[in-house]
């Protein structure tokens, strides 16, 4: 990522900042599993997005309280008995040279910077990240900072950071984009490898690893959420990610994955015969999905919501459920597709968004992905293909991906 382009996201979030104010952002600490393992580090999205640097233990500062405005990375001190057993710090040039910021110091005098700033009284209104996902969960590590700080400054004002930059982040830039074309490109390559393989008996599991290895071979940092591999009855469950069960002749599999390319994520949905020909029913259903799918990317444009995508789908679906004689009123149809049609994409698979930025704009990158999960029937279909909304339209990022009933039939044909 150029140091252009961050500086502009940076620009965009100083512009926001009231004046006599200054932003906190730390990009986290490991967390730990067992013994003296820690779960694999997974950086602050919103401070990735400001430096481009996936580390722990650092914190991007910005100070607007005097008429410059300056940007400082807080980054660890390599140590090198440490290095020896968990590698490589980033030193200071490093950090510098891919973040861009106009200076690079040592977190551990963090603390004292700070304490002096504030006895100067310049400070009125300082901004941490104060992301929340629900009420029940723990705070995250910017949350219990910000609380600390409230608790020792009162008289100055908290802000929240979070709502600032995830508006900047529901549009994405020109370098963003890229890297989810990247990483939509890796997931076409990992699905078109286990087209090639998938036959009845193998294992769902099979299906996961083939896909894994294709996009880790071809540098992915790996899946952005886990891999759902659903034959059957499995494919009607949402969420199911357990993958244990046997490709069965005749049923489907419903393959819902990503890849992260450098940080930022595809989410596509697939679903394919697992003997290579879909029956006149699996077929019939099929169809009813792929439309309101081809619908939402037809639609899709500035200015409309995901509500209403997901109200124009359900009509779509609703029409093409009592055609296929599931259901007789529209109200029935929650019972084969209750889920909503799309979400925001990017650092986060299911990205970050806010109530200001509600309506789409160009820049948005969202999924549309339709389903229907016929229970009794082991029929569970899913078509997931992710979009970028133009100033007029939408691009759709993952139209490589075949999705038509004959081409994946063709595609399955032709192989060996
Ligand atoms: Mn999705």
């Not at 961050?6 to 932003?23: N, P, W």
């Not at 979400?343 to 704009?361: F, P, Q, W, Y």
């Not at 078509?383 to 081409?407: A, F, H, Q, Y």
């Amino acid at each position: 990522m150029s140091v252009e382009c961050l500086k502009k996201r940076r620009q965009a979030v100083i512009d926001r900042m009231e004046k006599g104010s200054v932003l906190v952002l730390y990009s986290g600490e490991e967390v730990h599993v067992s013994e003296d393992e820690c779960y694999k580090f997974e950086v602050n999205k919103n401070f990735r997005y400001l430096t481009d640097i996936d580390r722990d233990n650092m914190c991007l500062f910005i100070d607007k309280t005097g008429d410059e405005v300056k940007t400082t990375l807080y980054i660890e001190e390599a140590d090198p008995l440490n290095e020896k057993w968990f590698g490589k710090k980033l030193t200071k040039d490093e950090a510098k040279e891919i973040s861009g910021v106009d200076a690079v110091a040592y977190i551990e005098n963090f603390d004292n910077m700070f304490a002096r700033l504030l006895t100067t009284c310049a400070v009125k209104a300082a901004y941490y990240d104060l992301y929340h996902h629900d009420a029940s969960e723990e705070l995250d590590f910017n949350h219990k900072k910000a609380l600390n700080f409230h608790r020792k400054n009162p008289s100055v004002k908290l802000m929240n950071a979070y709502d600032i930059i995830a508006y900047l982040r529901m549009s994405k830039d020109s370098e963003e984009v890229e890297r989810i074309k990247h990483a939509v490109d890796m997931t076409r390559q990992g699905l078109e490898a286990v087209m090639r393989e998938l036959k009845p008996g193998m294992m769902e599991y099979q299906a996961q690893a083939i896909y894994e290895y294709t996009i880790h071979y071809l540098g992915s940092s790996g899946p952005s959420f886990q891999t759902i591999a659903g034959s059957g009855y499995n494919g009607t469950m949402l969420h199911y990610e357990t993958n244990r069960c046997e490709c069965k002749d005749g049923e489907l599999l419903l393959l819902d994955l990503g890849s992260k390319a450098d940080g930022w994520c595809s989410d596509i949905t697939r679903t394919y015969p697992i003997n290579g020909k879909f029956t006149d029913r699996q077929r019939a259903v099929y169809e009813v999905v792929l439309k309101a799918n081809r619908h939402i990317a037809e639609i899709a444009k500035p200015g409309m919501t995901l509500r209403e995508l997901n109200e124009e789908c359900k009509k779509v679906l609703a029409e093409g459920a009592k055609e296929l004689g599931l259901i007789k009123e529209d109200s029935e149809l929650s019972k084969y597709y209750m889920h909503g049609v799309g979400h925001h994409l990017g650092l986060d698979v299911h990205d970050a968004s806010t109530a200001e930025g509600i309506k789409l704009r160009p820049g948005c990158v969202i999924t549309d992905e339709p389903g229907l999960y016929i229970d009794e029937e082991c029929i569970g279909i899913r078509i997931e293909d992710d979009l970028l909304i133009t100033e007029n339209g939408c691009e759709v990022l993952s139209k490589d991906i075949i999705r038509t009933p004959d081409e994946i039939e063709a595609f399955m044909a032709d192989r060996k």
